[in-house]
């Protein structure tokens, strides 16, 4: 059962389907070597990738309760948010984002309003990186919402976490910790500060930064910081099997930490806040010197060195070995 | 945040994951012009079609206590279906599979066993077909259980709903009404007949099967029958703008369906009972004569003509016209 565009026969399920799409809209085709064969609307979806394209794919879950709360947040938002969240997996990849599948269930209670504001997040999003809504099912659940978006895309080559070299230089895009400082204010009831709250509502997967940066520097390997600068360069760490350094005073603190930064729930924030989804590059010593600038220019967003790789295994962050620092975000425990 | 293979940090949910992806094992590769260049344990998976290959891709969700019950079946059994279901989507469009994107939220009380067998469930199918589990996602939910199943396959020309024309031929792949049988059985707590539960427990997807009928068979249209044929036939209806009829006496009957048949609701069962994931068809006037005997000897399997096209719209079952009879299952309904 899939979403089946205009032609469905009608029903209380398919008029929340008609209200998703309609509020997403057809965006997409941004990359001209893709051409979407078969839109929504039968059994699959199908597009043609460029001859010798891999087709790089992800997914990103969330469910009600555990990774965002109603009252938090609009619909639109939550729809947003979902999508952007697996889209910045295929920003690492350093892939051209295609197409989503979005899968949702909805408590029977919410309508086809509901419906067509999480269409208009999804599609809000979708529509800046060139992507479109390619599939999907909306189904009743007795629960809380759960929402699951697997995104495709094409790339010729995509980066992995698994290249980073001793001697690579680390890189970060961006400023980190003000989608944490928001989540901070809003578990303890307070209203966050607009950028911290606009950084949370609307994260930018770095879609357009990766391409700009891969066609000009090589990068030895990346990852998107989705669970906090800790736990990710550490996934990087293993994936790499190398040891990383991270220099916690170059660590790009975004304004909106001003008000944490000195204590040590600042530091917290700033080291496994997750929900940034800017990305960590290693790349060879040197090989950003010629972008560094031009990508600021280009982008108007900042790109800074914050350590670097050598040989051995694990995470070091200024000097400190990690065992001590706070871990990222696991479900399981959901310890923060 | 997404499965991440052999070099994921350790954690509660990792080690879910880990018993999950241990548990589907590592099947895939039986169309050799596939190649997975990235499997699952980075920030995506990645593929390479073969060259002027489209891409299809569907997705299928369930929830607990709505599509499936812990009472009824081993958590083998939830994954297998969950996949299967999904993979039906591909064999109607005649896509070769390539892999699958599995996300679940799952109760904290479910431990990596449940994981474990999820994955087997899962991963039964999957190697059946060809296809390996290229990434997901396992995150804890405080409601009821909830999986999200992504397909991805190939094709060089998909089959779509929309190609039935007037004075096509309707056939139906295999028999009808087992899987009903069983749940209708289950919903009364009484354990089904055998042969129907084997067909509710381990849905066959006919991925083979309609490969086969396409390299010999002009197919003018395809869908899957996942809600029931009076649902699926009527969407092929919409979809083809044609109406379609079709002869009850000759649908295919399953034995299971024996003890049901005489009575209404074996009537009901049959034309409106779902999750067969048989395919309903649709061909030019004579075009299966050559290939019916020789597709029922090679799959040990009935094809069976049941109905044909003419102009108009609206589906009608042996003179009666759709209104009278029973609907599908729509999941805001939750009718039966």
Redesign the interface.
């Known amino acids: 059962?899939?979403f089946?565009g205009p032609?469905?026969?009608e029903?209380?399920?398919?008029?929340?389907i008609r209200a998703f799409l309609n509020g997403a809209g057809a965006a997409g085709g941004t990359d001209p070597a893709v051409t979407v064969?078969?839109p929504v609307?039968?059994?699959?979806?199908?597009?043609?990738?460029p001859?010798?394209?891999?087709?790089?794919?992800?997914?990103?879950?969330?469910?009600e309760?555990?990774?965002f709360r109603r009252e938090w947040m609009t619909w639109e938002t939550i729809g947003y948010r979902a999508a952007a969240s697996a889209l910045s997996?295929?920003a690492?990849?350093a892939?051209a984002p295609v197409?989503l599948?979005v899968?949702?269930?909805l408590p029977?209670e919410l309508d086809v309003e509901i419906a067509a504001a999480l269409g208009r997040g999804v599609g809000e999003i979708a529509g800046r990186v060139g992507a479109e809504v390619?599939?999907?099912?909306?189904?009743?659940?007795?629960?809380?919402a759960?929402l699951?978006v697997?995104?495709?895309?094409c790339?010729a080559a995509?980066t992995?976490?698994?290249g980073a070299r001793p001697g690579d230089e680390l890189w970060v895009t961006g400023e980190l910790g003000a989608a944490a400082a928001a989540l901070c204010d809003l578990e303890r009831g307070l209203e966050p500060d607009l950028r911290a709250r606009r950084a949370f509502d609307r994260p930018r997967p770095r879609i357009d930064e990766m391409r700009w940066l891969r066609d000009r520097v090589r990068i030895h390997a990346?990852?998107?910081l989705?669970?906090g600068i800790m736990?990710d360069a550490?996934?990087l760490a293993?994936?790499s099997e190398v040891a990383l350094e991270v220099e916690a005073d170059r660590l790009p603190a975004a304004p909106a930490l001003e008000g944490f930064r000195r204590a040590p729930a600042g530091e917290r924030l700033l080291l496994a806040g997750g929900e940034d989804y800017e990305l960590l590059l290693a790349v060879p010593a040197g090989a950003m010197r010629d972008a560094e600038r031009a990508f600021a220019a280009t982008f108007d967003l900042p790109l800074t060195r914050i350590g670097s790789a050598r040989e051995g295994e694990g995470l070091t962050v200024s000097g400190r070995s990690n065992p001590a620092l706070p871990?990222g975000f696991?479900?399981?425990?959901?310890e923060r």
Do not use: K, W, Y
Not at 41 to 49: I, K, N, T, V, Y
Not at 136 to 142: N, R
Not at 330 to 334: G, L, Q
């Open positions: 059962m899939n089946a032609a469905l026969a029903g209380p399920e398919t008029a929340r064969t078969l609307g039968d059994d699959a979806a199908a597009f043609r990738p001859d010798g394209a891999q087709v790089v794919v992800s997914c990103d879950a969330s469910v309760g555990v990774h997996d295929l690492a990849m892939a197409g599948v899968a949702a269930a029977p390619l599939g999907g099912d909306l189904v009743a659940s007795p629960g809380p759960f699951d697997t995104v495709l895309g790339a995509p992995t976490r698994s990346a990852i998107d989705s669970d736990r550490r996934q293993v994936a871990a696991d479900h399981f425990e959901v």
